[in-house]
């Protein structure tokens, strides 16, 4: 039966896979022609494609069961049932629409980056043509402000930079030169001979001949392995897949075994598909499918509240379990904001405190803060330097601060604005910097003469110089010293630059290279992405709940393991993998490294895609982050795809579950908390509402097995249908769902998550459902038997029968009012809580008894459910048979503690 079930599961998805891929696979072309041909719009087009997402909304085996439940009681004539049933259906499927917004559309989301034109060079002549007509060999021309169109493999680059940050996860533009590199295996962000098809040139201009379009470009390799990307199943999603199958097996199994029962007791046909069809209403639960789906709706508000979009549902759930948050470095991990922490000049290092562009800070001297009139002067003539040198600026809006411009020249810009030094003197000439000359220099006015200012490469600055600047007096240059305090700062992950100076005659008026020679050396400047200072708790607590922080980044392998060790990832870990060293591996080898290793650096998309992968075969719930389009194929694959919400590209928020509003890592782990919360009250719901149709199903099956020694139980089943499916729906919103806002437990974060392996249907949930099971059916049943006996004898009394079923059908609802109580905490006792703590379960209790006063006594709801008002001492013994289950739960609560 269970491989029956797959089956038909597999088949439903296959069939709205093929007419999903029917519509929406086309290119934008391809979807006008089509259009076109049959005369709709894109409107209609729209239309159909909403129609299909809310179709998706029924591959859920509980909705199947329902509309099986639907047929079945249309087909005995319960129209009621049959409209309840429906209803509860297209109100789940619905929510889940609404939720989940439209279906994947990385694809897409990719070919809108795609570049419609672009210019060539074609028979010595310039031309504009259409991208898509690129072949391999053409000469494109690429200028600042041009979008890539294809792979291109440089000839000539003129102060060519690339911002390359969607592909290779650079935070800055790349230099690109035309030398040719020799070794193989490169990570497209080691290839400065090429320029990428879908970045950005940022900075000067070059030709490049196309060595691949399309698909074969980079950006197309990582469409090609987003399309091979199936979506995994949320451990929720399995989960219940896996319970659905169980009940659905369950139930047809019970309903047949009645059936069989009450033909061997002699019982009609009618009377024992009747109790057959009673039973398999009771045992569905009807409204769970809209439980849960409530559940996780709301759940996705809260997580909103801690800059987490959910844009799956099931997501909700997943991000609770997660095991490994495999993280990008630049702008989640770090603040994306180029900072000076360290100049070097004189004979002095000087740390920069404050982080990102907010210039604010200190300039401190051995953990001192200093003052700067004291200092000698070429501190602030380096940092002088570095402002006027300098074609970035700083702008304010609404209090936070933004880099017009190259980051790191906004860095130079804001060390300088944290010393009080503001200089706007005239500009009258530059050498704009180039890969070549690795220099750039600037000539400004000064009071009397006028000033060069040069900055570069440590190693160029030094070359250019003649002497140094040291306690505010020329002196001869220290050229060794200064080497070995560049490399010392190279090697703590800072991306150093060296400055200098030349004062020039006030006549001069422009600059060539030969005035850069001889000038006077004044420091070196050393920046760095610093770390998102809550970054470093959030990851210790992620340590403390269970879950590894793993980092991945395009960035060199040095300043990665130096931000780690900042960070504290992989405190206990001494090794960081590169792209190069995966591209070596086979993936068995890989799998037998990704529980060891934390860092990995240099890395390309397929990489990323590769490590998490094996994360996963290792059992691992991933929780990927990215925004860049290389970050799609790993977003995709993981349990759950976190995309950045700031700077995230379309494919990227595309490709994920959930998106970060904030960019910062350390909503993850509030997200974390958030999806534990959920998971727990997920569990209360199931166990609560599972207990009540376990009850419900006994009583009808013990009413079949008893029938042989009961007249009472061959004339009437102790409850009707639509008061089971009554009992199931109205019960499930007002009783079952107030479960979801209990207060928040301590200490979620202090233990690991939950094994995913472990099923629903567990010893914990045999015991609790049976527990409550027994009572309620032994409950039902007794007061049933109790009234209904009199009915009988000497002749039938409907009117009693219809009492004794009232009461019986009162008793279940205490049972579950009772049960509820102690269901607010799966392991504490009911006693330890304040029952006031939850005023949506209390608003809930309240209206399923108001409601239940009035069905049994208003007599046009008497007509409806079948009641029948009966005297009101019956009461008494009504709430003392229905007590045992909420102290039955209560006791093995206590013993289940003592045995720990």
Known sequence: MSDKIKWYQRSVDEAFEALETSLDGLSSDEVKKRLDKYGYNELTFKKVSSVLRFLRQFRNPLIYVLIIAAVVTA??????????????????????????????????????MMVPKCKVLRNSKKKTILVRQLVPGDVVIIESGDQVPADLRLFQANNLHSDEAA??????????????????????????????????????????????????????????????????????????????????????????????????FGYGFIYSFMAS????????????????????????????????????????????????????????????????????????????????????????????????????SELKETLKSGLLCNNASLVEKNGRFKVIGDPTEGALIVSAFKAGITDDSIRLDEIPFQSSTRFMATLNKGEKDNIIYVKGSPEKILELSKNQLKNGKIHEIEYDKISAMAEKMAGNALRVLGFGYKVVNENKKEIKKDDIEGITFLGL??????????????????????????????????????????????????????????????????????????VYARVSPEHKYQITSQLQKKGEIVGVTGDGVNDAPALKAADIGIAMGITGTDVSKEASD????????????????????????????????????????????????????????????????????????????????????????????????????????????????????????????????????????PLVDELIIRQAQTAAFATVILVHVFYLITARSIYDSAFSFSPFSNKWSLAGIGIVLISLVMIIYLEPLEFIFRTAAFPMEWWIPIILFALPGFFLIEIEKFLSKLGK
């Not at 300039?363 to 000698?376: R, S, T, Y």
């Not at 931000?563 to 995966?582: C, F, S």
Request: proline content about 4%.
């Open 167 to 264: 592909l290779t996860g650079e935070s800055v533009p790349v230099s690109k030169s035309i030398e040719e590199i020799s070794e193989p295996d490169l990570a497209p962000a080691d290839q400065k001979c090429m320029a990428f098809s879908g970045t950005f040139i940022t900075e000067g201009s070059g030709r490049g001949v196309v060595v691949a379009t399309g698909k074969n470009t980079e950006m197309g390799k990582i469409a090609e392995i987003m399309e091979e990307t199936h979506k995994i199943m949320t451990p929720l999603m399995k989960k219940m897949e896996r319970f659905t199958e169980i009940i659905v097996v369950a139930i047809i199994f019970i309903a047949f075994l009645n059936f069989v029962l009450s033909l061997w």
């Open 525 to 598: 400047q050393g920046m760095i992405d610093p770390p998102r200072e809550e970054v470093i708790d959030a990851i210790k607590t992620a340590a403390k709940a269970g879950v590894r922080t793993v980092m991945i980044t395009g960035d060199h392998a040095v300043t990665a393991k130096a931000i780690a060790k900042q960070l504290g990832i992989g405190i206990n870990e001494d090794k960081v993998i590169t792209g190069k060293e995966i591209s070596a591996m086979s993936q068995e080898e890989l799998r037998s490294l990704v529980d060891k290793v934390s």
């Open 658 to 793: 959930m998106v970060l509003a904030d960019d910062n890592f350390a909503s993850i782990v509030k997200a974390i908390e958030e999806g534990r919360y959920i998971f727990e009250n997920i569990r209360k719901v199931i166990l609560y509402a599972l207990a009540a149709n376990g009850g419900q199903s006994l009583i009808i099956l013990s009413a079949v097995i008893l029938a042989p020694f009961s007249m009472l139980f061959v004339v009437s089943l102790p409850l009707e249908p639509v008061q089971i499916l009554w009992i199931n729906l109205f019960d499930s919103i007002f009783l079952a769902l107030p479960l979801i806002k209990e207060p928040k437990e301590k200490g979620l974060l202090k233990y690991p998550p939950t094994d995913s392996k472990d099923e629903i249907v567990n010893p914990l949930f045999i015991k609790k459902v049976g527990i409550v099971s027994l009572a309620m059916a032994g409950a039902g049943l007794s007061i049933f038997y109790l009234f209904g006996s009199p009915g009988i004898s």
């Open 277 to 376: 069809s009673s039973l398999a209403v009771a045992a569905i639960p009807e409204g769970l499918p809209a439980v849960l789906t409530v559940t996780l709706a709301l759940g996705v508000r809260t997580m909103a509240d801690s800059n987490a979009l959910i844009r799956k549902l099931p997501s909700v759930e997943t991000l609770g379990r997660a095991t490994v948050i495999c993280s990008d470095k630049t702008g989640t991990l770090t603040k994306n904001q180029m900072t000076v922490v360290q100049i070097y000049c004189g004979d002095k290092s000087y740390q920069v405190s404050g982080s990102g562009y907010k210039p604010k800070g200190e300039f401190l001297v051995n953990d001192g803060a200093v003052n700067l009139d004291d200092e000698p």
């Open 75 to 112: 087909f005995i004539g319960e129209l009621i049932d049959t409209a309840v049933i429906l209803g509860v259906v297209i109100a789940n499927t619905t929510i889940g629409f609404i939720q989940e917004g439209k279906a994947e559309s990385s694809i897409e989301a990719l070919e809108k």
